[in-house]
């Protein structure tokens, strides 16, 4: 079965503060993804990648980068944590047009 | 626009009888269509996917999906609802503007299956 771990379940972080989410797959899969989900909003795509060292922006990339040093890790950075960052955050990886997702990181900015 | 809509925030049913979960699509060229199912608190698990053949797809713990091209459409069914079926499903369409599994995601639905 393809794993997908995230770094924290839940985590709680002031304004300001620079935030890591870290996502690691156990499949060798090229393509890896962020979202957040909002009540309402489903599924925003943050950003992608799809190879080591490869990003693309997805729909709603302000406030976040990413780094993808190896193929298996993918990570989420809030450069300067807002309160509109509050949300949950998942993380996939994919083959076979089919995406396998983690369990999910849910961010409370105070 | 690439875009998949949801109608149905919430749909209730009873155990035992017939459910569906709406989602219609639009897309450039042929769509590839998923379904994925999130329980609380929780990530998402794939149910199943159409990517071409057989109009009626089969996918995980009883549920199936039926592509019909002529209305955009690719609803999620199953022949009986149970309790444990209670959870938010989302549809999905890949994106057909990148060579790689990017999706769209449609809103969700939350079903509610009544003892």
């Known amino acids: 079965d393809v794993k997908v771990t995230q770094s924290s379940r839940y985590l709680v972080k002031r304004t300001g503060e620079k935030v890591f989410l870290e996502c690691v797959q156990d499949?060798?899969?090229?393509?890896m993804f962020w979202y957040r989900q909002d009540p309402g909003l489903g599924l925003r795509l943050i950003y992608f990648?799809?190879?080591?060292?490869?990003?693309e922006k997805g729909d709603i990339p302000e406030g976040y980068s990413v780094s993808r040093e190896k193929k298996e890790r993918f990570s989420l950075i809030l450069e300067s944590a807002s309160t509109n960052q509050t949300s949950m955050y998942l993380c996939?990886?994919?083959?076979?047009?089919?995406?396998?997702f983690g369990p999910g990181t849910r961010l409370l900015v105070l | 626009a690439q875009s998949v809509a949801q109608p149905e925030d919430q749909v209730n049913v009873a155990e035992g009888n017939p459910l569906t979960v709406k989602c219609t699509y639009s897309?450039?060229?042929?769509?590839?269509l998923f379904w994925y199912v999130q329980y609380p608190n929780r990530g998402l698990q794939f149910l199943l996917k159409?990517?071409?053949?057989?109009?009626l797809v089969k996918g995980s713990y009883g549920f199936e999906a039926e592509f019909n091209k002529s209305q955009t459409s690719f609803h999620l069914k199953k022949p009986s609802a149970l309790v444990s079926d209670s959870a938010l499903y989302f549809c999905?369409?890949?994106?057909?503007?990148?060579?790689?599994?990017?999706?769209?995601f449609g809103t969700g639905t939350r079903l509610q299956v009544f003892p």
């Open positions: 996939a990886s994919s083959f076979d047009e089919t995406q396998y």
């Open positions: 499949m060798d899969h090229e393509n």
């Open positions: 990648s799809y190879d080591v060292k490869m990003k």
């Open positions: 897309v450039s060229g042929n769509p590839y």
């Open positions: 159409y990517i071409t053949g057989d109009n």
């Open positions: 999905a369409v890949r994106d057909p503007r990148y060579n790689t599994d990017k999706l769209i």
